[in-house]
C-alpha cells in the first residue's frame, strides 16, 4: 500500500478518534489486516498513535474521568500487556485475523442489539473490575477491546 493511502486511514481513524474517544485500533486493526499487514506490523503502526491521542484526552479531560483511569491502569492494562506479549510471541502459531473478525462480529452485534442485551449494562456495573480484565484481555490478545471500553465508559 502506498504511504499516502496508509496516512490518509491513519489521519481519518485519529480524528475519529479525537472526537468519539474509540476507533484508530477499533477500524484500523482489521482495515491493516485486510489490505495485507500482520498484525505485529499492524500494531506497530496504530498503537503508538492510539497511546498519544488517549493521553492527551485524558490530560485535558475533566477530573471526573481520572477515577476511572486509575480503576483502568489497575485492572485492565496488566492484562492488556500479558495478552499483547502473548499474542506476539504467538504470532506464526494462530491466525489472528480470525479472532479479529469473531471480536469485531460480537461487539458490533451487541452494539446493535443493546436493547435485547440489557444486562450487558448490569453485568458491568456490578462487576465493573472483572470488565476491565475483560477488556485488557480482548484489547491485549485482538487490539479489538475499543467496542467494549465504549459499552463500559457509556454504563460507568
Not at 65 to 93: D, H, K, M
Request: neutral net charge; glycine residues 6%.
Amino acid at each position: 500500500m502506498e504511504v499516502f493511502w496508509e496516512f490518509i486511514i491513519i489521519l481519518f481513524l485519529s480524528l475519529f478518534q479525537s472526537l468519539f474517544g474509540i476507533g484508530l485500533l477499533l477500524f484500523g486493526t482489521p482495515t491493516f489486516l485486510f489490505i495485507g499487514y500482520d498484525f505485529e506490523s499492524t500494531l506497530a503502526l496504530l498503537l503508538p498513535i492510539s497511546v498519544t491521542i488517549s493521553l492527551l484526552q485524558i490530560v485535558y479531560e475533566k477530573s471526573s474521568i481520572r477515577s476511572l483511569v486509575s480503576e483502568f491502569n489497575i485492572f485492565c492494562l496488566p492484562y492488556l500487556v500479558i495478552f499483547l506479549l502473548l499474542v506476539i510471541n504467538l504470532g506464526n502459531v494462530i491466525d489472528i485475523r480470525t479472532y479479529v473478525a469473531a471480536v469485531l462480529i460480537i461487539s458490533s452485534i451487541l452494539i446493535l442489539n443493546k436493547n435485547r442485551f440489557i444486562q450487558i449494562d448490569t453485568f458491568i456495573l456490578k462487576y465493573r473490575k472483572l470488565s476491565l480484565i475483560f477488556i485488557g484481555t480482548v484489547h491485549g490478545f485482538t487490539n479489538m477491546g475499543g467496542s467494549f471500553l465504549s459499552m463500559f465508559s457509556t454504563v460507568v
